[in-house]
């Protein structure tokens, strides 16, 4: 298995494609990058920036390249030993016209090859939805756009179809009879009776209406096909037969006097095998499993084996020809059953390297067990996040009062005390009950059908169950469960258990209901039951734990996180904005823990996926360290901005909370160069329109209000106009420039931590330089590779030459972004060397004593007598003054590192080259001399 020394994430799109990244790839190694970790590359819909809205698992996407230019830009990368991780999409595919797996589907119904590739539920309880599958991607109720003429029936060499937009569905063969049969007698009349291409034309119709009677697939798709090739000879060839099958489309698209007002084209939509509706539908009548709330990505049936196989043969196919050598599988709470999913996905790639999008809560203190994934599981580990927020929670300061300080700060300036606990659960219930209602009510009814084979059962009402799932998916306290036909794992049992009983204790009305659904879920009195029944308790355990993940992303990661703004920066995926902090032993637990069961995870700290930078995330830290002069500031800017706030007769626009999540994110995105600041301001407009619609508390998606949103931005362009007579814009740029300097050493002091601790280092594209990114898609525009090109040879270059003195530059420069590129080379270059260091070595935490431990993380990692120790600051707002670089013996006084007797060596400073002798305790001052972080590198005598 060929385990990655250090990931580089691409976002691979039309405007950066394989041909791009050829360019990047001498750049990458020479940054000490071992794999490129590639986003979804198979085809996706057209246009598109992520590669996740797949509609064709047999090509590459040929919008990023050829196959061919594919296995050359891997080729080159093997040249230089590196690998390929590939980011895979086995839970959904997009909704559009280019999956023609689905347009089959929709096309034929029951008789599709494809009919059980998709999660629909063909016998929904809804009659206008039985049998069909809704298609809720129209922009209005489905009267309005017929009567806007904006469905219109087409036909082209593929036959007749219904198109809204880009959107093309192609109609059922059946449904042609009423096209071909409407006014027969105009086009007989022509041509006569006796006319060949007429006795063709009846012939088609004979076919046609006899078709219901052929049940075998593949001769009913050949009538199908032999039908379509027929008719569009004779449209081709018979201008008569064009014009009157145009001549019915118009008839049919009611643009022919006297109008039909849209019945002929109803008619022929209701007899199709789907049903056209306003998007908003999908949130409560919904018949098909989409990814989390996005009606464009219906998900797949991949548990099933002749699903998988062909959803998978392609990359399968690379991975055995060597060409991929990694893979991450998104979203893989998403599955039906992901242990036996990654079973097969093992079994079918061999020894490969696998992480999977798992999302893993930093310990809750209102739960009672912190979730930990199955280690049963055939992989390396997760893409990081559980990573990101343990690194990202050592830089919030959780030491003497300053949590009770920020808290007040926060419910001072927003009026607002209810506790984040609060939140989580309120939003879990408002998703369940608006965006997610018609996957709750899918659950209900199913559960209802379980309910009434049984006497303790057949009481419990629809309205009822529906009550008591909702309550259970809220207070569920991890993503999901992960039970099968197997044995229940004792967490999981004891996650059930859990949230069955907050449930209880919310609504004691419903605690039969609530004891029935325990019973189903953990599959109790199994013996006493018939298979077929074993077989239906399971199987609403399977989809259960399929709601319940997306539920819990889409309330807390898309709504509780846009709602509680304490402190943002702990508003992650994965993340616990209700832990203020963690200590330095949390972290050496976490690390530790990783060093045993998961030794290859990833560790990230910028994604695709964050809500923001881990450069943004490193300035809003240092927030919690001076909230006393944080109240001050924010405060004060409260007070010079209210006038510019729009006020109605129900609200402030915007609100306290809005406002206070705006000056944090302010903070932590202003840019360094004046050249970017035009820029800035239209990201942070269009960024607070996504943000106070995920809240869902003013606007939302699903409801906008226009109102609030203008006003919003108007204030944010208001507050931001450069003039002499914005005291708050010159008071801002004050106190970033402040936080910003401090922040630079917590962003140095994560990039340090990332590499050196159990794991693999992810970087996100770009960001080895400073990145003030926020969540997408401002987090996917462009990256100046040129400039990080042209700056990495500068550095190599001047490294050689004076490396003391470079480093003396870099700390004078810091807004370049050059200090954060030469850590980051510098200790990937060290990682390659001892590269069974860092990937097989013990993780021992270290002593620091003396008057500032408290500012210090150390830890040391051991292998096969090497030792590295890594040391980094922290909480500089109460150990330097701004602008003072935190170095030399001035700064750290009588703080040192304790060394352990077993790995007293001749140190090598990585960073510098410098040598530092051997000794039972070395002094901060001596070892932090002249670079804020340090990886010293010793070798042990046997």
């Not at 192609?170 to 022509?190: G, Q």
């Not at 001749?906 to 001596?926: F, K, Y």
Request: charged share 25%.
């Amino acid at each position: 298995m060929k385990i990655p020394s250090a990931t580089y994430r691409i976002q691979f799109n039309s405007q950066f494609n394989f041909h791009d990244a050829e360019k990047i790839i001498p750049y990458l190694k020479q940054l000490g990058i071992s794999d490129v970790y590639a986003s979804p590359i198979l085809k996706a819909k057209s246009g598109s920036t992520h590669g996740y809205d797949v509609v064709d698992y047999h090509q590459i996407n040929p919008e990023l390249g050829s196959e061919e230019d594919f296995k050359t830009l891997v080729s080159n990368l093997q040249e230089l030993g590196m690998g390929w991780v590939q980011d895979i999409v086995p839970n959904h595919m997009a909704y559009d016209s280019q999956n023609k797996y689905l347009m089959d589907v929709l096309e034929n119904g029951p008789y599709s090859d494809y009919f059980d590739y998709f999660d629909i539920d063909w016998e929904h309880p809804y009659t206008d939805i039985k049998g069909k599958i809704l298609t809720p991607l129209l922009g209005d109720f489905y009267s309005t756009c017929l009567e806007n003429n904006e469905i219109k029936l087409r036909y082209d060499e593929a036959g007749f179809s219904i198109n809204y937009y880009q959107l093309k569905i192609p109609l059922r063969i059946e449904s042609y009879s009423k096209l071909i049969e409407y006014d027969f007698k105009r086009v007989s009349d022509i041509l006569g009776e006796e006319h060949n291409d007429i006795v063709k034309m009846l012939g088609i119709l004979y076919i046609i209406n006899n078709i219901a009677q052929v049940t075998d697939k593949k001769k009913r798709k050949e009538q199908s096909n032999f039908v379509k090739t027929i008719l569009g000879e004779l449209y081709r060839g018979n201008s008569v037969i064009q014009d009157f099958i145009d001549t019915n489309i118009k008839i049919f698209n009611n643009e022919i006097e006297p109008q039909n007002d849209y019945n002929l084209l109803d008619e022929l939509l209701s007899d199709q095998f789907f049903r056209l509706s306003f998007w908003k539908v999908g949130a409560e009548e919904l018949n098909y499993r989409r990814f989390f709330t996005i009606n464009e990505l219906i998900c797949l049936k991949n548990e099933k084996p002749e699903v998988f196989e062909d959803t998978h043969k392609l990359i399968i196919e690379l991975v055995n020809a060597g060409l991929i050598t990694g893979l991450r599988i998104d979203h893989i709470d998403g599955l039906y059953n992901p242990t036996e999913y990654l079973e097969r996905l093992r079994e079918k790639t061999g020894d490969i390297y696998i992480v999977v999008e798992k999302i893993i809560e930093l310990e809750k203190a209102y739960f009672s067990r912190q979730e930990e994934m199955p280690i049963t599981w055939p992989i390396q580990g997760t893409s990081g996040y559980d990573f990101l927020d343990s690194v990202n929670s050592i830089f919030v300061f959780y030491q003497e009062e300053a949590p009770e300080k920020i808290t007040n700060i926060y419910h001072k300036f927003t009026n607002k005390k209810k506790p984040y606990q609060e939140i989580l659960i309120d939003k879990k219930r408002l998703i369940a009950d608006k965006n997610l209602a018609g996957d709750v009510e899918n659950l209900a009814n199913f559960l209802k059908k379980i309910a009434g084979k049984y006497r303790y059962g057949r009481d419990f009402t629809l309205n009822g169950l529906r009550k008591a799932i909702i309550e259970v998916l809220v207070f569920f306290p991890v993503y999901r469960s992960y039970i099968t036909c197997e044995e229940i794992q004792d967490s999981d049992h004891e996650y059930i258990e859990e949230a069955i009983q907050k449930a209880k204790a919310q609504m004691p009305q419903l605690v039969n209901e609530f004891n029935f659904i325990q019973k189903i879920l953990l599959l109790e009195d199994q013996a006493f039951l018939s298979a077929e029944e074993r077989e239906l308790w399971l199987h609403f355990v399977m989809k259960f734990q399929q709601a319940s993940s997306p539920l819990t992303a889409k309330g807390v990661e898309d709504t509780a996180l846009y709602v509680y703004h304490r402190l943002i920066s702990l508003n992650e995926v994965g993340g616990n904005p209700d832990l203020l902090g963690i200590s330095a032993g949390v972290f050496h637990y976490f690390n530790q823990k990783r060093q045993d069961h998961w030794t290859h995870s990833l560790n990230a700290t910028s994604t695709h996926d964050t809500k923001r930078s881990a450069d943004v995330r490193s300035r809003i830290n240092v927030l919690s360290e001076i909230p006393e002069e944080w109240e001050s500031e924010v405060m004060t800017w409260q007070d010079l901005n209210s006038s510019h706030k729009h006020r109605t007769h129900q609200k402030m626009i915007p609100d306290g909370n809005d406002e206070y999540f705006l000056y944090q994110t302010l903070i932590g995105t202003f840019p360094f160069n004046q050249e970017d600041y035009p820029e800035f301001i239209e990201r942070i407009k269009n960024y607070v329109i996504k943000a106070v619609r995920e809240a869902k508390v003013h606007t939302a998606w699903l409801k906008p209000d226009l109102e609030y949103e203008e006003k919003f931005t108007h204030f944010v362009e208001t507050i931001l106009q450069p003039s002499e007579e914005n005291l708050f814009l010159e008071k801002l740029r004050y106190f970033h420039e402040k936080i910003a300097y401090y922040g630079v050493f917590n962003a140095l002091s994560q990039t340090l931590l990332k590499i050196t601790s159990p794991g693999v280092p992810d970087f996100y594209q770009g960001t080895e330089l400073w990145d003030f990114s926020l969540v997408d898609p401002d987090n996917r525009r462009p990256v100046d590779f040129a400039k990080r090109i042209s700056l990495l040879e500068e550095l190599q270059q001047q490294a050689e030459s004076d490396i003391l003195g470079l480093m003396k530059q870099l700390l004078t420069n810091y807004q370049d972004g050059r200090i954060k590129l030469f850590l980051t080379y510098r200790t990937l270059l060290a990682r390659q060397q001892h590269l069974d260091l860092f990937q097989k070595g013990a993780y021992i935490p270290l002593e620091v004593i003396g008057k500032y431990q408290e500012h210090l993380i150390a830890f040391a990692r051991y292998y096969n007598q090497t030792t590295a120790i890594t040391l980094v600051p922290r909480f500089l707002t109460r150990l330097i003054d701004p602008y003072h670089p935190p170095l030399g013996s001035e700064v750290w006084g009588d703080t040192q590192l304790v060394i352990p007797h077993t790995f007293q060596a001749n140190w090598t400073d990585a960073l510098s080259d410098r040598q530092i002798a051997p000794a039972n305790v070395i002094s901060i001052g001596e070892i932090l001399q002249h670079f804020p972080v340090a990886l010293l590198i010793g070798h042990n005598s046997p």
